[in-house]
C-alpha cells in the first residue's frame, strides 16, 4: 500500500482512480475544486485537497504542499478540458486558448518539478492522461485541434520528464485512456471509467523500466507519438 495522488479527481477517471486506489487500501490525495466534490472523495476514504488549476499560483503552492510528502508511489495528473470541439481551422480565442493551455500543459509542467521528489524517493510512477488525439503521426482529421496541440504539448512534457526522471528511478507514462463514457467523452464512448481505469492501473502496477517514456492505451497498446 502506498500513497496515490490524482490531480483533477471530482468526476469522470479521476473520480474512478480514486475509486479503485482507496478500495484497494491505498492513501489517496485527491483534488477538486467544489466542496460537493471534496464530500464524495473524502466519503471514498480519500484526502482531499482543493485545486484549481486555472490559478497559477495555488498550483505552486499545492505543488509546495506536496513537498512535504515524502514519498508519492503514484502520481495521475488526470485533469483536463476539451475546449472548442469544431471540425474547422479557426483561430482559438484567447480565453479558450489559455483556459486548453494552462488546464492541459501548464498545470502538469508546474506540477511534475514539484512531485518530483516524492516521487523519486518512491521509485513512483508518474501518469498524465493524454489522449490519442495528440499523436501527431496518427493525425487524420482537424476536429478539436485546440485540445490536439495541448495532448501533443504534454507529451513532450511528459517525453521530456521521462528522460530526466527514469534514470532517477521514476517511471513516466502518457496514458490514452479509451474513448470513455464521462462527462467529456460522451454517452455513446466505447467503454465505462472502471474497464478504462482498471487497464491503466494495470499497467502502471507492472511498468518499470523499459515502460518509462512511453505513450500507451489502457489497454496496453503502445501507441505512437
Ligand atoms: N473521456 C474520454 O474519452 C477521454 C479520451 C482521451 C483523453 N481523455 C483525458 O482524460 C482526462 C479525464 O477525462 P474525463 O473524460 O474524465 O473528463 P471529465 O469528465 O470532463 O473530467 C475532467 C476532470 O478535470 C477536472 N478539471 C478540469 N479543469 C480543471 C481545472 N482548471 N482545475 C482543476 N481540475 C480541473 C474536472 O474538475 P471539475 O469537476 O472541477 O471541473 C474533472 O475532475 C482528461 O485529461 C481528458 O483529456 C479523456
Not at 486548453?100 to 510512477?125: D, F, Y
Request: proline share 4%; with cysteine.
Amino acid at each position: 500500500m502506498g500513497t496515490v495522488l490524482i490531480v483533477g479527481a471530482s468526476r469522470g477517471i479521476g473520480l474512478e482512480f480514486v475509486r479503485q486506489y482507496a478500495a484497494d487500501g491505498h492513501r489517496v490525495i485527491a483534488t477538486h475544486r467544489t466542496d460537493a466534490a471534496g464530500e464524495t472523495l473524502r466519503a471514498l476514504g480519500a484526502k482531499p485537497a482543493v485545486l484549481n488549476l486555472l490559478d497559477e499560483g495555488a498550483v505552486v503552492e499545492f505543488g509546495e504542499k506536496m513537498a512535504a510528502e515524502k514519498k508519492i508511489d503514484v502520481a495521475v495528473l488526470n485533469a483536463g478540458v476539451a475546449g472548442p470541439r469544431g471540425q474547422a481551422i479557426r483561430a482559438p480565442g484567447g480565453l479558450d486558448f489559455d483556459a486548453v493551455m494552462h488546464t492541459n500543459v501548464r498545470a502538469p509542467m508546474q506540477l511534475i518539478p514539484a512531485l518530483s521528489p516524492a516521487l523519486i524517493a518512491a521509485g513512483g510512477k508518474l501518469a498524465v492522461l493524454s489522449s490519442r488525439m495528440g499523436s501527431v503521426s496518427s493525425m487524420s482529421n482537424t476536429a478539436s485541434w485546440l485540445y490536439r496541440a495541448s495532448k501533443a504539448a504534454l507529451n513532450a512534457a511528459l517525453k521530456t520528464a521521462s528522460i530526466e526522471l527514469g534514470p532517477q528511478g521514476v517511471v513516466c507514462i502518457a496514458f490514452h485512456p479509451g474513448w470513455v463514457r464521462t462527462d467529456m467523452g460522451g454517452g455513446s464512448a466505447d467503454i465505462d471509467v472502471h474497464a478504462s481505469v482498471a487497464g491503466m492501473r494495470r499497467i502502471l502496477a507492472a511498468a518499470n523500466d523499459s515502460s518509462n517514456g512511453k505513450f500507451i492505451n489502457y489497454n496496453g497498446e503502445q501507441l505512437s507519438w
